[in-house]
């Protein structure tokens, strides 16, 4: 499986407007579904890999955005990673 820079940043921009402090992968993905032909198990992935660089965090089954999260989305534009 590949990272997707584009579901990535789709996913961080979804935690940080939802009105919940998180969200379970099935509400990301739920959001997601009409932006991205992406199964649960794509979007679980994407969720570790931005896990690994610390832009988020798991609480359990929720998902969060971390500090890092929030700084990483203040400097992205939003068309950085078209095509990636």
Do not use: C
Request: aromatic share 10%; proline share 2%.
């Amino acid at each position: 499986m590949k990272r997707d820079m584009n579901l990535a940043l789709a996913i961080l921009k979804t935690l940080e407007q939802n009105r919940s402090p998180r969200l379970g992968e099935f509400d990301i993905e739920a959001a997601l579904k009409d932006a991205f032909d992406v199964s649960s198990k794509g979007v679980w992935y994407q969720l570790n890999l931005l896990a690994d660089a610390h832009l988020v965090r798991s609480m359990g089954s929720d998902w969060r955005l971390t500090w890092e999260g929030h700084e990483f989305l203040k400097s992205a534009t939003p068309n950085d990673y078209e095509g990636a």
